[in-house]
């Protein structure tokens, strides 16, 4: 029997590269029970837990690993249960090799231990085998005091989770007509199904939390107005959906979009089966993707799926610098995604009749760290060459939606817009009122909006008992 240190990290099947990119189905299928166990059992349960402190929500990782590698996947799903609601969600999409599996001592040994891999296999296996629910909340003492959630992203959602396991009354307030955030509107079902998000939000909604779409606030109603109407405190999780633009000749030519426009057209608004569905979206041919983070690979992988016949990423740093999670980078690039690194758009060229015909490059070499501690990228003069394209995408960022910040007075924000807090609670310029997530930290991970949510909702449960002992003072 080999140590444990010595066996390799158990592979994640997934479907083949060329078929998978010609459809919308989960490109990763999951673990078996008997490959879930194998690969639990090369944790080497080392005292220190590292890996706990590489986890935005504390999940008592070793003590799950451990139930998973003895076969009790029941009371693995109890363990991560206890600190996150979204475990499917996380186990597909956490950039665990930054997070808890970066701290693992097997990391330099032969490869961490597949915690996000062993995450998604326990919930999927616990929703899909076990009749008891986590979030049964019968047996919470109910209280009087309402908070109303802005925003049904990964922040908002686990706040409420949270706080209506405290027994409090939930009300989220979510601007688009359906709940998740960028879990719905920016990543594409190949990456995170539809019916997993679905699940996890019903477990949520199931602890009792009302959901109100099609509110938008700042405009439907203001903070000022929720908190006229009753609610005790507030929490804002509106994430960071306002794109960045280039700000290069030709980006408002037709078929130029941003990551954001494209991707909400083809996830959210289902583009991708018009005009059985309301809403278009142009079928590249060739596509030029701008940018390196995951929204760029989910871009130019969806593009692949419509059917585009060639798609480029155009980077302006180098490999080391793409902000893109390792895994959706090697399957972005087996699915044939071409990488042009060291080059930057500058100008997107006309065609017939307004619409997009290629975009015009430059060569780039780095130069000595920015602010961003990146190596500066510096065009190399005379070096300007086409790519022919009918479709481009910028992904090249995304800031906090400045409406909350217009309609609020005295919501302090930071010059780029983000919502200043303290950093411990969450709590604003404003008492009563916290934030978290992208809409503070500008964009991040799913699991940092969730551990500002979590962080919140203890800090508005400190707030609102306060509150009812001082009220209660004043009643005696
Ligand atoms: C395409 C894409 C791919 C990504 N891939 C990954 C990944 O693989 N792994 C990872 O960890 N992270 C990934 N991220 C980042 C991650 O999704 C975000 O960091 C995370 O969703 C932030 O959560 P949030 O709750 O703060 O905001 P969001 O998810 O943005 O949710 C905010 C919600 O607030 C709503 N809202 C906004 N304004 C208002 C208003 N005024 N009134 C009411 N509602 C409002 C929005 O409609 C939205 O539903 C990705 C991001 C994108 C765009």
């Known amino acids: ?67 998973v590698a003895e076969g009790d996947f029941g009371a693995a799903a109890e363990e991560i249960a206890r600190a996150n609601a979204l475990a499917s969600v996380c186990g597909r999409v956490c950039p665990q090799e930054e997070q808890c599996e970066k701290y693992c001592l097997m990391a330099k040994v032969n490869g961490a231990v597949a915690i996000g891999r062993l995450e998604r296999f326990t919930a999927d296996w616990h929703a899909a085998h076990a009749d008891t629910n986590h979030c049964d909340v019968s047996d919470r003492e109910p209280l009087d005091q309402k908070v109303a959630i802005i925003g049904a992203g990964p922040a908002g959602l686990t706040a409420a989770g949270d706080l209506a396991r405290a027994g409090y009354k939930v009300t989220v307030f979510e601007a688009l007509h359906e709940i998740g955030g960028v879990l719905r509107y920016g990543i594409p079902e ?17 602890m009792g939390v009302d959901f109100m779409t099609n509110v938008v606030i700042g405009k439907t109603l203001t903070i000022d107005q929720l908190r006229e109407s009753g609610f005790d405190a507030i929490f804002v999780g509106t994430g960071a959906g306002l794109p960045t633009f280039l700000n290069i000749p030709g980006e408002d030519l037709n078929g130029v979009y941003s990551s954001n426009e494209f991707l909400t057209r083809v996830n959210l608004m289902n583009a991708k089966d018009f005009p059985n569905e309301g809403t278009p979206v ?5 596509a030029v993707v701008v940018g390196a983070g995951n929204t760029a690979m989910d871009s130019a992988r969806t593009a692949l799926r419509l059917g585009a016949q060639e798609v480029h990423i155009v980077y302006r740093r180098s490999r080391d610098e793409m902000p893109a999670r390792a895994e959706e980078l090697h399957h972005a690039e087996e699915e044939g995604v071409q990488f042009n690194l060291l080059v930057n758009p500058v100008a ?10 290629g975009v015009r490059c430059q060569r780039m070499q780095l130069g000595e760290p920015d602010e961003s501690g990146r190596r500066r990228p510096i065009p190399i ?31 302090k924000t930071t010059p780029w817009g983000g919502i200043v807090v303290n950093e411990e609670t969450g709590e604003t310029s404003i008492p009563g009122v916290y934030a978290g997530g992208d809409a503070v930290t500008g964009a991040a991970t799913v699991i940092t909006a969730m551990g500002a949510g979590r962080r919140s909702a203890i800090s508005i449960d400190a707030y609102l008992k306060a509150l009812r002992e001082n009220n209660n003072k004043v009643s005696e």
């Open 381 to 411: 003069p005379e070096t300007e060459f086409d790519i022919e394209a009918d479709t481009a995408i910028v992904a090249v960022g995304q800031s906090p939606n400045p409406l909350i910040r217009s309609t609020t007075d005295g919501l």
């Open 282 to 286: 142009r079928i590249p041919v060739k």
């Open 190 to 206: 190949f990456r995170l199904p539809r019916e997993i998000l679905d699940r996890e939000i019903e477990s949520i909604r199931s």
């Open 1 to 67: 029997m080999p140590k444990r240190e010595h066996l390799p990290r158990t592979p994640m099947p997934e479907q083949d590269p060329k078929q998978r990119a010609t459809n919308f189905d989960e490109v990763t299928l999951g673990y078996t029970p008997e490959m879930a166990m194998a690969e639990a059992s090369r944790c080497l349960a080392c005292k220190q837990k590292p890996c706990v402190r590489g986890c935005p929500v504390n999940i008592n990782i070793p003590e799950f690993v451990r139930k």
């Open 348 to 357: 997107f060229l006309e065609g017939d009749k307004g619409w997009l015909r």
